[in-house]
């Protein structure tokens, strides 16, 4: 087992400002594309580029967003305020990368602009060409003969690709390395892979251009790999026993198109290829100030960075970039209702698209559900003689939640949202390890560090040439008024974050802010110079803060596959740009180590981690002080109670 | 707005082995005593130091837990093992402190020992003597003038006891700091604190021993200071909707008596007039092994240290140690049904004891409930051609509930047990803060530091001698053989704690262990060399590990009111014993740096710290993997689907 370190970067675009906030017109300037304008985009470019005679692929097709101030515009006076509805395409049109924008208002959709790429750097891998890749081995006599000379059915045989990383190559071809695993007896073919194989396949010309048998490692037995309920034997358990959930007046929030009302919250649900899930336009009603008030502009998964720590040739490569390289959007799954959501939840529909442009439905791509949420304030006075009492209220939150499946991990993402005032985004990880074949049946056969299952994690710089890995530390710096103040790494000293308008006072003089309270660091394990670190620098750090600029949307950059660290969140702010006094973005980076267990196998139990943005003299006083538990309501035919 | 910080420290002993655990006989050696067994170590203490010659007072009267092969002897043989019945009480006689050890399994109990302890620090203080203490003040001529001074009406004056700290003093009289505040307008006493005064009061001559009035200043408005819902005024919000739970099953878990089934757990709930809410021998049934395996032997929150960050006169002695001086189950609170915790909660009640030894019973002190728990695991598989398919299950925690008020804040501990093995102890915080009177209307009128709103929580030397504080820093080691190898801050950089039995291994060789995933660490903000701070000195580390001591219990020591830090984990583990393949106990600090905001007035809402121990290389594989989902139920009326 080789363990991995997931890192996932957060982007909270942040402001405060206290203009009314009015009720969603039908189409909302950050909708996403619906099926007839991804359709539309498709046939505007296919008209400019014949597929007769061009070979053309979508890479990307999204919301192109309008600048920041049009959208605040609009959201103060939507029946005034016209929002371009333009679309951003990322196509390799006879291998060169073209980044079209369309304008979507007219009724014939016109091309704005049409730009290639020349740097380093690949778009998003499409699920097409990923098919294409893994199905090429199959058929590759090279191939055919490594399986032969293990014994192993050619047809129980699955492939899959794997974006190949960068390691200091001067430029690169689009390549990816494909890995082959066993589909025989189970279908948990991430823990069965036949090791040893170095297939290297260029996308562009769509063949293997490196093939490697390193010698034979057997492949794991399928024994105890099975997860899939109808193959389990009885005895089933542990028991658990059902709950239902009533809500007697209904939920408590209303979803209008892609708007969401919910207590005093309002915010729009969008969705991206890219990003998937999209939080924008958050704003919390303020019941002393009578008027809603702006907390987050735009909030979503930039990046998720998970480099592997193991060394040898079968896993050095896999430095992933999941959003960027596989698309979260793209790798977003259908919610099961009642299993992957309660019963209580709402669903809501996204559309995608494939290499040839055309729309692909997720059913069930986001759900959005009302939890009991333990206590929201309470205390007992105990110090008045004569005079006990105690005062206790009871809490429900939001939650949005969306699940992205990229190969082996299932990452769970929720948006949590209180009454009080806090967001807090949390990511969770299930799913099954991607395992190395060793030829080892018991621990004590290994001899030297097998990136098994280690309970430490120093880190180890490697000098012997034995890997293209080197190595990391960093230490911490605080806050202020430039880029480079920002960059720091909260939770490892006393301190805390808050992001605040000085431009905004409380009623007693107070900054009006939001605090960070992070997750809890994972720091980076490779050193800064190693070439995966380069790329994924953004883990230097898990804050750090920019001015808002409408193209920094992606920590790792635009084009991750085989980047080389040029568009990078560290890139950016080697300007070191002032952030006093500015329209900024907080970015918060977060992760977890897996150091895989047993516990793990075949399929591991949810790990988590979650941060909070806090209010923090963001109000005058606590914003649920005359929040009232939510009545109490029995099963019907029980006596109906209410308190407060 | 003085900020604080908490620091909690759990304890829970840990080990594994893997003896069959039976079901609870009617009486379990753990069981707290019972009001009769109260009254009864009462009656013996008294008939040895009759009341009519004797000042008699009671600090402490708990369960004298019997030695732990005793109790892992009768856990696999209830039948055939007589397990010891002995209470331990602390009582104050004659100004003497008293530990008297008292065999309770006669008719007659007898009394086994009586210590004199003639070290420094004082037992738990009784409510009574607080009642006593914070009455003297207002019969007091220069307090009256003092009230008269400022204009304020004595009859609405109501004060309170707080434990006065150590400062190097060689020698200590059982003293307290009592302040008062205004109880007129609002019962929000603790931010209208009458301010300026110093009132110590020895406890032993029951009278007050130092005044000093250092001058007015004007009591805080009470103006948005009430919290209680019979005095807001409309409108009231945002409105939060009603969720009915209903289990058609019944709830999943048992309680018989103070033991618990739920699932695969078998714990047993123990309560202590100092630790309140203890976790024992908790035990989860391997489904595989065919058996229950033993994972926790006792659990509970040994002390929990709360240094006030204002290095003046008010304020600086306020370094209190809430477990030890004012007792965790003396400070438990009465848990309201449906609101403290959900409808499908059930209650265990408590017993403690007043200062003369007559036991005094805590309704609802302890509630358990089911809730739901998100995902457990999950796995959409795409990877494989034309044989997409996804696994979900859905979790169901169960969770143990007590809260704990001292003085002005509210502590909620939750204890989270997951079907797939992992215990989530949890503290929250709400309640109210303690306000300091200062003359400022506005924040622009704050010239100095003056303790308010901090942003930074960097450690500042006080180096001028206008405060009796110093300061804090501290850097990481690594794990292992011995007491010292095991003081590390986990958190602070990559790395992963196991706690592990290197005598039982998985069936392919790992060690069995246990691995604590930590509370983002609360760094202590004080020098080591600062009084509050060697007496707080667990803190100086999250983690602490040492061989089990059956008196070795309380972190901050037995004595800990003005205790000299003579018998705490810092002092034990300076003879850096061996833990090595020992049985051994975990300790783990963690924290929360509550740096008070306007969101916190009058009351503030929760702010939670939690830490997990997750079993790692435990099981041979998942432990839920043939877990099914609850059978999904809808209101009755409404078509019953049924879903795995």
């Given amino acids: 087992m080789a363990s991995t370190m997931k890192l996932v970067l957060f982007s909270a675009l942040m402001f405060f400002s206290f203009q009314a906030v ?6 909302h300037p950050l909708n996403p594309l619906t099926s007839e304008e991804i359709i539309r985009v498709r ?26 101030d049009i959208i605040l515009q609009w959201e103060s006076t939507p029946n005034t305020t016209t929002v371009p509805r333009k679309a951003l395409a990322i196509a390799i049109i006879n291998s060169q990368t073209h980044e079209i924008v369309i304008d979507l208002q007219k009724e014939n959709a016109i091309i704005l602009s049409d730009n290639i790429h020349r740097g380093n750097g690949f778009p998003t891998l499409s699920v097409a060409e990923q098919d294409n890749a893994t199905a090429l081995p199959l058929t590759y006599g090279p191939f055919i003969d490594s399986v032969k000379k293990r014994g192993l059915n050619l047809s129980e045989v699955v492939c899959s690709a794997f974006t190949s990383g960068w390691f200091g190559e001067a430029q690169n071809n689009r390549t990816v390395r494909v890995e082959c695993f066993m589909n025989e007896s189970s279908p948990n073919i991430w823990v069965r892979p036949i ?10 010309l769509m063949t293997i251009v490196e093939y490697e048998d390193r010698g034979i490692i057997p492949v794991a037995t399928a024994n105890n790999t099975e997860y899939r309920l109808s193959h389990q034997k009885p005895p089933f358990g542990p028991k658990q026993h059902s709950q239902a959930t009533h809500q007697p007046d209904g939920p408590g929030f209303q979803i209008s198109n892609h708007s969401v009302s919910w207590a005093n919250w309002k915010f729009h649900i969008g969705f991206d290829p890219r990003a998937g899930l999209v939080i924008s336009l958050a704003s919390i009603y303020d019941l002393e100030k009578h008027k809603s008030r702006r907390v987050l502009y735009k909030g979503y998964i930039s990046e998720l960075f998970v480099p592997y720590q193991d060394p040898t040739d079968d896993f050095y490569y896999k430095t992933f970039f999941d959003a960027g390289e596989f698309g979260f959007g793209l ?6 209702p009642n299993l992957d959501c309660p019963s209580n939840a709402e669903f809501l529909d996204a559309y995608v698209h494939d290499a040839s442009g055309t729309p692909v439905p997720i059913p069930n791509a986001v759900c959005v559900f009302e939890q009991y949420g333990s206590i929201m304030w309470r205390h007992t006075e105990t110090g008045i003689p004569n005079d006990s009492f105690v005062e206790t209220r009871t809490e429900v939150n939001l939650i949005v939640r969306t699940i992205v499946t990229v190969g082996n991990y299932d990452n769970i993402i929720d948006w949590k949202f209180k009454t009080s005032g806090s967001i807090i985004p949390a990511i969770a990880l299930s799913g ?3 395992i190395k074949g060793v030829d080892i049946k018991h621990k004590d056969e290994i001899k030297s560090d097998q990136h098994g299952t280690l309970t430490s994690l120093k880190t180890v710089r490697v000098t012997d040439g034995s890997s293209k890995r080197k190595s990391y530390w960093t230490t911490e710096t605080e806050t202020a008024k430039s880029e480079n103040d920002a960059k720091i790494i909260i939770g490892n000293a006393p301190g805390e974050l808050s992001v ?6 409380t009623a007693v003089g107070n900054d009006v802010g939001y605090r960070l309270i992070p997750a809890i660091p994972a720091h ?13 620098a953004f883990t230097n750090f898990n804050v750090w803060v920019t001015p808002y600029n409408r193209t920094e949307k992606w920590a790792g950059g635009l084009y991750v596959d085989h980047s080389h660290g040029e568009d990078t969140l560290a890139v950016w702010t080697q300007k070191n740009r002032d952030i006093e006094n500015k329209d900024i973005v907080l970015w918060h980076v977060t992760g977890i180590h897996h150091v895989p267990a047993q516990e793990d196998f075949p399929i591991m139990p949810l790990l988590s981690t979650a941060f909070e943005l806090r209010p923090t003299n963001f109000f005058d006083r606590n914003p649920v002080l005359k929040t009232l538990s939510p009545k109490f309501v029995k099963w019907p035919g029980c006596p109906n109670t209410t308190t407060h």
Same sequence: chains 1, 2.
């Fill in 331 to 336: 790798s977003t799954v259908s919610l099961v």
């Fill in 500 to 505: 605040v308008n000085p431009n905004k006072k």
């Fill in 22 to 27: 009015v009720s969603d017109t039908p189409q």
């Fill in 43 to 68: 046939n505007t470019v296919q008209e400019k580029y014949p597929t007769s005679s061009n070979r053309l692929s979508f890479h990307y097709i999204g919301l192109d967003d309008p600048e920041k």
């Fill in 195 to 204: 090791s040893g194989l170095t297939i290297l396949v260029d996308l562009e």
């Fill in 524 to 536: 980076p394990l490779l050193t800064d110079d190693d070439y995966p670190q380069i790329r994924g």
């Fill in 432 to 434: 099954i390890l991607e």
